[in-house]
């Protein structure tokens, strides 16, 4: 392993800036083990404890193949004797959605994103390749998009959240790369066009808008590494002192957890980039490269850009969104979210449906770190029910983000539900520049996140 990272095409090669971590702290980071580091962000790689298979006959249907699905099934798989397991959904190829970001600012070719959910999918369950269509809790059974009705004892909800560009007039993600518009969030595809444009941009410099809208997110520290990275793009270049970069963020912040919040502000003021709060992007003119806000009074203003990137809305998906698993009151029901307790994961009306991933209704919880720290915790949960117990194992809404801030340096943030700071590792200070967070970011968790996908951890 080298001790820098390649720089990305048509990028100067720099050397890593200064960080925290001493000499000795980088004779750790390349060390053979590799569990310390992995550990720091909640992908600890390591094996399950062994325990003896539960028998049962249980009908367990898993809807969704992303990190989520995968994991409980392989873990399932493991730890049952004689379940039926089921999972549902078309998808065909895996997408290493953490790694987008790194794609999106240069520093990863977007081959490295992609992999075969058949590889991932373990011997013995049974992978219907349709989507489910309707889920029918009070009946226990799911219908698919072909009209196939599979009926369950137990299942779990992992489908992922629904990306909602309708709400941004003029969207066109057909255009992602050209005209300056860039979005990380839809596929690699898109992540790779993201950064054409930003590379297009940087060579000549100009006016960036980055953008966040006021809903829940998946990866919510995306907007701000990509803010982060066009500002290090930039200088590396030589135009970040004829280049302008704002953010506009719908909310009164740009991260949820206030010490976060604080930290990426004071660095943003210190970089140049000012932030406009309550300016929500309603719509977008890709040709003229135009974008219009509106603020909560409805007042509208059109600002024209060089580049821009656009973060949207993100909901439940209507088949959870208009099923009766979906919150119906308080401050989930909006996005139709899926309507779990915070602790056990498990759903508040329909005991028999437990809920992983990015579609869960809680406060905290969209990030592949969460999804490793949950998935154990629903997989002993379910098994307790099928055992006729009540759930023991409670989560408590861990999160992860290692917020790149510029080629070499890194923060990694950890937080609970309580938005308390919970650093996995002493020798990692959370708000302060890290080149062993880089690395992590960089090398070493995309094997973490699959040996997660595989039940392994």
Known sequence: MSRTPEPPSGSPSIAPAASSVDAGRRR???????????????????SAPARAALKTSARIVIA???????????????????????????????????????????????????????????????????MVAEFDPEANAVVTDS???????????????????????????????????????????AAQATWQAMDAYRQKGGKALMTLPATPLKCAGAP???TFMVVNRLRQAGTRERSQVEFHSALDNIFSVPRINQEVLARWDKLGVPVTFNSKLVAIDVGARRATFTSPEGERSELDYDFIHVVPPMRAPDVVKNSPLSWKEGGFAAGGWLEVDKETLRHRRFPNVFGIGDINGTPKGKTAA?????????????????????????FDGYTSCPLLLREGAALL??????NRLIPSLPMIDPLQDSYFAWVMKYRLLKPAYMAVAKGRV
């Open 370 to 394: 969460t999804v490793k720290k949950s998935t154990p915790l629903v997989v002993s949960n379910l098994l307790d029910v099928i055992a006729g117990r009540e759930p023991a194992q409670k």
């Open 64 to 130: 969704g193949s992303g990190l989520g699905g995968l994991a409980a099934a392989n873990r399932l798989a493991r730890e049952l004797d004689g379940a039926k397991i089921t999972i549902v959904d078309r998808k065909e190829i895996h997408n290493y959605q953490p790694g987008y970001t790194l794609v999106a600012t240069g520093v990863w070719p977007v081959e490295k994103v992609s992999d075969r959910n058949a590889d991932l999918i373990p011997a013995g369950v049974e992978w219907v390749r349709e």
């Open 147 to 189: 009209g196939r009705r599979i009926e369950y004892d137990y299942l779990i909800v992992a489908t992922g959240l629904q990306i909602d560009f309708a709400q941004i007039e003029g969207m066109d993600v057909a255009a992602i790369g050209s005209n300056g518009l860039g979005c990380v969030y839809p596929s690699p595809q």
């Open 28 to 46: 750790l980071l390349f060390g053979a083990s590799v569990v310390p580091v992995a550990a720091a962000t909640g992908l600890t790689v390591g």
């Open 224 to 226: 701000l590494k990509m």
């Open 413 to 418: 943030v950890e937080f609970d539900y309580e």
